[in-house]
């Protein structure tokens, strides 16, 4: 059974920082592509920002230049640096854990996420 559990949500106020991060039980996770994914009140939940096994990054427009995503595999984590963070990045995140097969998804796990509010 694997397990991922965020951490790091909070409030904090437009243009301050936030670090989440996700640890995960099992061995997946060296293989596994990672993600951060969030859903906002009323909206349908988003790809934030993912990372490949081999460390490959892809972001939503929306957080380029601001949320930078790592991971570390000896550790079985992964991150989400948050900075210059906007009210319309209140949501609650997600981490995602998920591996392709030729068709479909030989896995996919969620944790339980965490709430990030910006609020002044």
């Known amino acids: 059974q694997v397990q991922l559990v965020e951490s790091g949500g909070g409030l904090v106020q437009p243009g301050e920082s936030l670090r989440l991060s996700c640890a995960a039980s099992?061995?997946?996770?060296?293989?596994?592509?990672m993600g951060w994914y969030r859903q906002a009140p009323g909206k349908e939940r988003e790809l934030v920002a993912h990372?490949?096994?081999?460390?490959?990054?892809n972001y939503a427009d929306s957080v380029k230049g601001r949320f930078t995503i790592s991971r570390d595999n000896a550790e079985n984590t992964v991150y989400l640096e948050m900075d210059s963070l906007k009210p319309e990045d209140t949501a609650v995140y997600y981490c995602?854990?998920?591996?392709?097969?030729?068709?479909?998804?030989?896995?996919?796990?969620w944790g339980q996420g965490t709430q990030v509010t910006v609020s002044s």
């Open positions: 995602n854990a998920r591996k392709f097969a030729i068709i479909g998804l030989d896995y996919d796990y």
């Open positions: 099992g061995s997946i996770f060296s293989r596994s592509v």
């Open positions: 990372i490949t096994s081999s460390g490959r990054t």
